[in-house]
């Protein structure tokens, strides 16, 4: 069994903290892991959210003007 | 005891200080290191603390205060990383050693550096910040206030004189952090130095600077940070560039308690306690036959430090007599303040610096006049 997921990374910690802390008063799901292998960033944290949270994620980056490297679909096994 | 060296370091610390420190130490992996449980109860603690520094300095935002063990150091990666050889950078006589000997070094790799001076009142002159000025001026290093007399810089008249031509300029709060306010983007400083143990009553070993837009200072230390490990060069994202090293989390914990205690009581609060407890020593010891007080008390914008002589008695002699006869801790001598010192002619004898803080007291403030008031009797 495997899920996609949307996976944000960023060039450095601060940013990962700033994804947290808006994403929980914003009351949006995910949690921080550390980033796989499989992709590439700065951070060693990353961004982990159901995938169909995307584009509200997009749109939190965007308005919070949170530094981040890149959004993706990842396919997770479960 | 008596505690009157609160510019050394504030003592006692609020007892939420202690208790971060503590629970940090019990709680904490190493932030950015890692992301389970402990690594970001570490992480967030010390993002929190950024947020409440940006807003305590009016700097940008939280990516932008980048940590360092002191003020120093912070003086040390602001002036290094903006400034080289063939730069010339304006400065003061109140600075202290922590400016100064990153400025000689400079000097020393072929910077130029001019000094705005002082007169025998310890007062500076800011016409003569343009009279300094080169083609090859890149930017102005200062203190806030001077660590020997309290007197205050006019932030707004340097800024408009660095804005006018260009020109970088860091200021050291060394003493003003937490007692006065700074708003750096909104007067436009380059770079705020910043300790954490003094005004913002956090464990020593806390401090930083935060960096104005589009100010880029090169890295003064490299190596790890967490991310980008394949990267053969420091990171270039603000604050892990200035930021190699695990950080002191266990201390940022700490400072980040100290700074929810001083936006509870307000920085108006605080400043309004120690000015006036350091008027009110002022006011009982200023005409005492035989003493004699450095710095400008015709302003109230001023740091709550009172520094003055007896006689020609030796500062240090007159430091110990207060903490032997009078239980008074004050701290004598040259303060690492060199050029004001020579320019208020106090070399030779140092001076006896009497500085307040939140929790000294009116009755402490009237029992440390009335120990300088007999030694006077006394001399």
Redesign the interface.
């Known amino acids: 069994m495997a899920e996609t997921v949307c996976i944000v990374t960023f060039p450095a910690t601060v940013g990962a903290m700033a994804m947290e802390k808006a994403c929980r008063e914003e009351d949006l799901p995910g949690r921080l892991i550390p980033v796989p292998r499989s992709v590439t960033a700065g951070c060693g944290m990353c961004w982990m959210a159901p995938a169909d949270s995307r584009e509200a994620l997009e749109a939190l980056v965007i308005r919070r003007k949170i530094h981040i490297d890149g959004i993706y679909d990842m396919i997770r096994p479960r | 005891m008596i505690y009157l060296d609160n510019a050394a370091t504030t003592r006692p610390k609020p007892p939420a200080v202690g208790q971060a420190v503590l629970a940090a130490l019990d709680d904490f992996g190493n932030?950015?290191?890692?992301?389970h449980g402990e690594a970001?109860t570490a992480?967030?603690t010390?993002?929190d603390a950024?947020e409440k520094l940006a807003v305590l300095f009016g700097c940008s935002g939280?990516?932008r205060v980048c940590f360092a063990p002191n003020s120093t150091e912070a003086l040390n990666a602001a002036i290094a990383g903006l400034f080289g050889p063939g730069d010339h950078v304006i400065s003061t006589d109140w600075e202290h050693n922590s400016v100064l000997r990153p400025l000689y070094r400079l000097e020393a790799q072929g910077g130029e550096v001019d000094f705005v001076p002082a007169d025998s009142g310890g007062r500076i002159n800011y016409a003569d910040f343009e009279k300094l000025l080169k083609t090859n001026t890149r930017g102005v290093v200062c203190t806030h206030a001077s660590n020997l007399t309290g007197d205050v810089l006019d932030v707004d008249r340097v800024a408009t004189f660095c804005r006018a031509h260009g020109l970088l300029f860091v200021l050291d709060t060394s003493q003003t952090a937490g007692v006065l306010p700074i708003e750096m983007e909104m007067r436009g400083i380059s770079a705020v130095c910043f300790t954490g143990h003094k005004g913002l009553y956090g464990p020593q070993g806390t401090g930083g600077l935060c960096v104005g837009t589009g100010v880029e200072i090169r890295p003064f230390k490299v190596g790890g940070?967490?991310?980008?490990?394949f990267s053969e060069t420091q990171?270039q994202?603000?604050?892990?560039r200035m930021e190699a090293g695990t950080l002191n989390g266990h201390g940022i914990a700490g400072l980040g308690a100290a700074l929810d205690w001083l936006n509870e009581v307000s920085v108006e609060k605080v400043r309004a306690h120690d000015l006036g407890l350091a008027r009110r020593f002022y006011e009982r010891i200023a005409e005492l036959p035989g003493v004699r007080v450095y710095g400008d008390f015709w302003t109230e914008v001023r740091a709550p430090i009172v520094a003055l002589n007896l006689g020609e008695r030796d500062s240090a002699m007159v430091a110990d007599e207060l903490e032997q006869r009078f239980q008074i801790a004050t701290r004598p001598g040259a303060h690492c303040a060199p050029r004001l010192h020579r320019a208020l002619g106090t070399k030779e004898q140092g001076a006896v610096r009497f500085s307040f803080g939140y929790f000294n007291t009116a009755t402490e403030a009237d029992q440390a006049a009335a120990a300088v008031r007999t030694l006077a009797e006394e001399l």
């Open positions: 932030s950015g290191r890692g992301a970001l992480a967030r010390i993002y950024r939280p990516e940070t967490g991310v980008q490990s990171p994202e603000y604050p892990t």
